[in-house]
Each structure stands twice: as C-alpha cells, then as structure tokens.
C-alpha cells in the first residue's frame, strides 16, 4: 500500500494512513463500532431470525426491511464518528505547529485538503464494510433490487464526503481540536435538522401554517422531494427510500437521473466546504488565539451597559469589579475572578442571556398549549439538561487538561498546598457555573409543576380506566429537585476524574462526553434491549428497574409521566432507588479525585 501511494504521489495521505494503523485506539474503535453495529442489527433482526428459524420459507422477501435498518444505522454511524475523526486533521497540525512545514512542501493547499480528507474517508469506509456481511444476509431474503441496494450505498459514501468535508472546513478554520470538534457537530445538527424542521412547518402547517410562506409554496405546486431539492444543506439521509422509488414529479425520470438531481445540492454543499476550506487553510493558518468565551462576554458588557445607562437605572452597577488579592485559597481566587467563567458578574449576565428566552418560551407555551397536546415544556427541559450537561462537562475535564495543555500544571504543584486542597479550589468556578445552571432548570421545572397541576387527568382521559393514577406532582417535583442535585455534580466530578487521567485537553473533553453518551446509551444496548427481545417481560416483572441503569431514563420517565407506567405502585421506590444508586457514584467520583489527587496530578507519593 505504501509503495502504491508513492507511485501516485500520495505522501500525506501515506502519512496519515501508516499513524492511524499504528495506534492502538484505532482498533478499539473500530471493534466498538462492530460490536455496535451487530449488536444493535441483531436486536432490530430478532423477529426476522425467530420467524426464520420456525419457517425457513416465512423470512423470504424480508430483505428490504432488513437493508433499511442497515443503512439507517450505517448514516447513525456515519453522523456520530465522522466530524470526530475528521475536525482534527488541520487543528492538530495548527497545534504543533507543523502546518508551516507543509507548507515549506511541494504540496499545494488543494492537494493537503484532499489527502487529509482521504485518509479520514478511507478509515470511515473501513467501518462501513463491516456491515457487508449483514448487507449479504439481508439480500439473500429477497425483495431487494439492486438499484435499491446500490442506491443506499451511494447515499452513504455521499454522506461520508459531505461530512468529511464539513469537518474539514471545520478544522481549517478553528485554531484549536476542542473548538473544531464543538463547531463540526453544532453545524452538522442545524444542517441535517434544519431542513427537517422547514419541511415539517411546511408541509404539515405545524410552524408556518397559515402564513404567506406556506401559501406560497403550496401556489407553487411543490411535492414534497421538490420542497427537499430546494435546500442545498440537507443530507442523504433525508433522501434514502424516496429518491429509490422514483416517487412524484421525478419519478417521470429514469431511476438513475431522478437519483443524480436529487444528490446534486448535497454534492453542491461538499463542494462549498470544500472551496471554504481552502480559503481558511491560508487565511487562518496562522490565526492568533482568541478567547470566545472572553469575547462573547466583552459583548454581553456592551449591551448591558448601553441598556443600564438611561434615566431610571442611571448606570447603577450591582456588582462591580474588584481589585482584592488572594488570602487563604488562591487557586480558588483565580478561577472566581480571572477565569470567564467564575467570575459573578459574567455568570449574571449569561443567566440573563439564557433564563429570559426560557422565561419567555414558557409564558408563550402556557398561551398556546392545549391540554389535549404533549407539553412543549418536556422539550424545553431535555434541551436545558444537554445545554447543562455539555457546559459542565467541558468545564470540568478542563481544569486539569488545560493546565497541562498550557504547561502551567507544574507551577501549581510547585506551590505548598496539596493536591486535594488544589482541586477543591479549582473545582470552586466550576461549582459556580452549575448554581448558575440550576436557575434556568428551576424555572422549567415550576412551570412543568403548573402545567401537570392544571392538566393532570386532561392530558390522559383513558389511564382512569385502566385504575391508574393521576400525573403525581409531588413526585415530579421531588424527581426533579434530586436530578438537578446529584446529576450536574457527578457529571463535573466525572469529567474531572477523566481530565486527571488524559493528558490533553482535546482529548479530556472529548472522552467525558463520550463516557457520559455512553452511561446513558450503552445499558439500554447492551443490556435492556436484548433482555426486554429474549425475555419479554410483562409490565408487573421488576424488569423495569433496569432501566434505572441509565440515568437519563429517570429524566425521560420524569418529564414523559413514565414513572406510573413502569413502576405502577413502585414509582417512590424507584425514585430512591435511583437517586441513592447516582448519589453513590457522586461521591465514588469525588472520593477518586481527592484521595488520588497528589498521583494524578503527577506529583511524588511517599509509600
């Protein structure tokens, strides 16, 4: 392979693919992605394997089912491990300092973007042909053609470059990992759910129903492909199914040219990343580093400034600046008063900045809402607790990582104080930041308290039938208050045990928000999905307690009046039970941190 490339002139991209073989994390995530793949395969295929098992002749023609289930859980694949492996080709080499070099090459700038993104496709087409072992089993069914067949597998390699070039341009433009890993997967989510959400508001009336927009595109005549065409960001995923059967206005169209006008925004969008990655590779190559949170709060002063100078507040100032020096805790007095994020007065106006849209959202959800619709609030909720969660996280596995990163790690364990004395302190901006977290939290929880209070036995008119009880208020509010209490600190005790261990920042903070996905994701894989498919428990079994091993479910069940469901006449018990159970991996988190602080932060132990 080596020998191939260098005839071709291929040097990076021989580079690239001889460090990716020789690390280690390379085929550990290659074995999870196929552990995930079979595993979750297997569980979506188990009544087509058990009816094929009984009747070999009765799974005939199940193919297609199987395929699309296939393809679906490739683009998950696709849209959780490209912008990862991709964000970091440029920023990495912006990191060390080698950008320059290859400059110094022969290479031009289009020839390092298409190495860079080659060696990051052909380790994403690795992955995908693990599933040609399961694309064989679903064919040999039956009811595939192969222009379906051939159609999924153009729209997933179409995915992979669209992504990679996404996370590309990315790359290219951020001047650090962390901030091209955020940006790739922030821009891929308003470029794949955008477009959904249009369609919807579109189509169904549900955003712009009765509006000139709608009206205009219904004068228009506009199918719902046609709609999909018109957005040149949307993905492949949005296309798979229709764009193979050849329905509405292209369907009038050959398969193959109905399939091409359907690609042709995608690809259009590839290629746009692709030219602005070429421009930021040159113009930012040598950007200067900039502090955005530091900026977004020097705005955040402006504004508040400019609206606290009129006639009636007359720039009173509730909370100025300060000039004191440190006493006891120094550690703490700098990250309360010299970091972004610890010092009061910017952690009042970011409240501001997020609780008056939340206050805002809940008052306009408790005119329009109707007690014959899921409350809105729920979705509020989830998006407040994945805002918190990402925040805290980020900040945590950064104290430590990022004292590393900016070689500062050894001044303070140069200084007489001990490593559990050190991280207490340093802990102190972070416990600041989730008290100031908590309040928009508060607010959606009072307001969803309101919302049961006025529509508990509205909302579900048919549970009173069944003997179930009503929406339990208290028992939202006590789940509630528990959450906020035990989640946030042990996500923050949680990342800050991985930033002690993991040497760079980049790294800690991703490995803390792929171990908090992956607490919450993996028991139900690996264990409530194959146990609920073999077993099949019925609704009264205490099966649903294992449920309690992911701790997001107890915020679904919350929110979602699951509890009742699940639980019956258990729902007190399995709120303590579950609390008790995160309240103790809380303090096993804490008590790793404090009592290793010393080997962690890599100073002598005495033995």
Same mark, same amino acid.
């Given at each position: 392979m080596?020998?191939?490339?260098?005839?071709f002139?291929?040097?990076?991209? /021989?580079?690239?693919?001889?460090?990716?073989?020789?690390?280690?994390?390379?085929?550990?995530i290659?074995? /999870?992605?196929?552990i995930l793949?079979?595993?979750?395969?297997?569980?979506?295929?188990?009544?087509?394997?058990?009816?094929?098992?009984?009747?070999p002749? &009765?799974?005939?023609?199940?193919?297609?089912?199987?395929?699309?289930?296939l393809?679906?859980?490739?683009?998950?694949?696709?849209?959780?491990?490209?912008?990862?492996?991709t964000?970091?080709?440029?920023a990495?080499?912006?990191?060390? =300092?080698?950008?320059?070099?290859?400059?110094?090459?022969?290479?031009g700038?289009? =020839?390092?973007?298409?190495?860079?993104?080659?060696?990051?496709?052909?380790?994403?087409?690795g992955f995908?042909?693990?599933?040609?072992?399961?694309?064989?089993?679903?064919?040999?069914?039956?009811g595939?053609?192969?222009?379906?067949?051939?159609?999924?597998?153009?729209?997933?390699?179409?995915?992979?470059?669209?992504?990679?070039a996404?996370?590309?341009f990315?790359s290219?433009?951020?001047?650090?990992?962390?901030?091209?890993?955020?940006?790739?997967?922030?821009?891929?989510?308003?470029?794949?759910?955008?477009?959904?959400?249009? +369609?919807?508001?579109?189509?169904?009336?549900?955003?712009f129903?009765g509006?000139?927009i709608?009206?205009?595109?219904?004068?228009?005549?506009?199918?719902?492909?046609?709609?999909?065409?018109?957005f040149?960001?949307?993905?492949?995923? @949005?296309?798979?199914?229709?764009a193979s059967? *050849?329905?509405?206005?292209?369907?009038l169209?050959?398969?193959?040219?109905?399939?091409?006008?359907?690609?042709?925004?995608?690809?259009?969008?590839?290629?746009?990343?692709?030219?602005?990655?070429?421009?930021?590779?040159?113009?930012?190559?040598? =950007?200067?580093?900039?502090?955005?949170?530091?900026?977004?709060?020097?705005?955040?002063?402006?504004?508040? @400034?400019?609206?606290?100078?009129?006639?009636w507040?007359? /720039?009173?100032?509730?909370?100025?600046?300060?000039?004191?020096?440190?006493?006891?805790e120094?550690?703490?007095?700098?990250?309360?008063?010299?970091?972004?994020?610890?010092?009061?007065?910017?952690?009042?106006?970011?409240?501001?900045?997020?609780?008056?849209?939340?206050?805002?959202?809940?008052?306009?959800l408790?005119?329009?809402?109707?007690?014959?619709?899921e409350?809105? *609030?729920?979705?509020?909720?989830?998006?407040?607790w !994945?805002?918190?969660v990402?925040?805290?996280?980020?900040?945590?596995?950064s104290?430590?990582?990022?004292?590393?990163? @900016?070689?500062?790690?050894?001044?303070?364990? &140069?200084?007489?104080?001990?490593?559990?004395?050190?991280?207490?302190?340093?802990?102190?901006?972070?416990?600041?930041?989730?008290?100031?977290? +908590?309040?928009?939290?508060?607010t959606?929880?009072?307001?969803? !308290?309101?919302?049961?209070?006025?529509?508990?036995?509205?909302?579900?008119?048919?549970?009173?039938?069944?003997?179930?009880?009503?929406?339990?208020?208290?028992?939202?509010?006590?789940c509630?208050?528990?959450?906020?209490?035990?989640?946030l600190?042990?996500?923050?005790?949680?990342?800050?045990?991985?930033? +002690?261990?993991?040497?760079?920042q980049?790294?800690?903070?991703?490995?803390?928000v792929?171990?908090i996905?992956?607490?919450?994701?993996?028991? +139900?894989?690996? !264990?409530?999905?194959?146990i609920?498919?073999?077993?099949?428990?019925?609704?009264?079994?205490?099966?649903?307690y294992?449920?309690?091993?992911?701790p997001?479910?107890?915020?679904?069940?919350?929110?979602?009046?699951?509890?009742?469901?699940?639980?019956?006449?258990?729902?007190?018990?399995?709120?303590?039970?579950?609390?008790?159970?995160?309240?103790?991996?809380?303090?096993?988190?804490?008590?790793? !941190?404090?009592?290793?602080?010393?080997?962690?932060?890599?100073? &002598?132990?005495?033995?």
């Open positions: 080596t020998r191939l490339l260098q005839q002139g291929l040097p990076l991209l /021989g580079k690239e693919l001889l460090e990716q073989a020789a690390r280690k994390r390379t085929y550990v290659r074995v /999870g992605y196929a793949l079979f595993l979750a395969a297997y569980m979506f295929f188990y009544e087509t394997l058990r009816v094929g098992s009984a009747s002749l &009765a799974a005939l023609g199940r193919g297609r089912q199987m395929l699309e289930i393809v679906g859980l490739q683009f998950a694949g696709i849209y959780l491990f490209m912008p990862a492996l964000c970091g080709v440029i990495q080499e912006k990191e060390r =300092a080698s950008l320059q070099l290859l400059f110094l090459t022969r290479l700038p289009w =020839a390092i973007l298409f190495e860079k993104l080659a060696s990051r496709m052909v380790t994403m087409l995908l042909l693990l599933s040609l072992p399961l694309l064989a089993f679903a064919y040999t069914l039956g595939i053609s192969p222009e379906y067949l051939w159609t999924g597998v153009g729209l997933l390699l179409l995915t992979v470059f669209q992504l990679g996404l996370s590309l990315c290219a433009y951020c001047r650090t990992t962390v901030s091209a890993f955020v940006m790739s997967y922030l821009l891929l989510a308003v470029t794949s759910l955008g477009p959904a959400l249009l +369609l919807v508001g579109f189509l169904q009336g549900g955003i129903g509006t000139a709608e009206q205009f595109v219904i004068s228009l005549g506009l199918f719902e492909e046609e709609v999909q065409f018109i040149p960001l949307c993905t492949p995923a @949005h296309f798979f199914g229709s059967i *050849g329905m509405g206005r292209f369907g169209l050959p398969h193959w040219a109905s399939l091409v006008l359907r690609c042709m925004p995608i690809i259009f969008s590839g290629v746009v990343y692709l030219g602005l990655a070429r421009v930021c590779l040159v113009r930012r190559a040598f =950007a200067p580093p900039r502090n955005l949170v530091l900026k977004f709060f020097k705005k955040l002063d402006s504004t508040f @400034h400019r609206l606290n100078d009129n006639r507040t007359r /720039g009173i100032v509730l909370i100025g600046e300060t000039d004191s020096l440190p006493e006891l120094p550690i703490a007095w700098r990250e309360t008063t010299k970091r972004s994020l610890g010092q009061a007065r910017y952690l009042l106006r970011l409240l501001l900045a997020v609780e008056i849209p939340v206050l805002v959202l809940c008052i306009f408790a005119i329009v809402s109707t007690s014959n619709n409350p809105l *609030g729920s979705y509020l909720a989830f998006f407040l !994945c805002f918190s990402l925040v805290v996280s980020v900040q945590s596995a104290l430590i990582a990022g004292e590393r990163s @900016h070689q500062t790690l050894d001044v303070l364990c &140069a200084t007489p104080l001990s490593g559990k004395e050190i991280i207490r302190q340093k802990f102190r901006g972070v416990r600041r930041v989730i008290v100031a977290l +908590l309040v928009p939290l508060c959606v929880f009072i307001f969803q !308290c309101w919302w049961k209070s006025e529509t508990s036995g509205l909302r579900y008119p048919n549970y009173t039938a069944f003997g179930w009880p009503e929406v339990s208020v208290p028992l939202y509010c006590v509630s208050a528990l959450s906020a209490a035990v989640y600190p042990m996500v923050a005790w949680l990342s800050l045990w991985i930033g +002690l261990r993991v040497r760079s980049a790294r800690a903070i991703t490995g803390a792929a171990a996905v992956a607490w919450c994701i993996g028991p +139900l894989l690996f !264990c409530i999905a194959p609920g498919i073999l077993v099949q428990p019925s609704n009264d079994s205490p099966f649903g294992l449920l309690l091993l992911s997001m479910m107890a915020i679904l069940l919350n929110e979602l009046d699951g509890f009742r469901e699940v639980f019956r006449s258990g729902q007190w018990v399995a709120v303590i039970l579950n609390f008790l159970l995160y309240g103790g991996a809380l303090l096993l988190f804490r008590n790793n !941190c404090l009592n290793d602080a010393d080997r962690l932060l890599g100073r &002598a132990v005495d033995r």
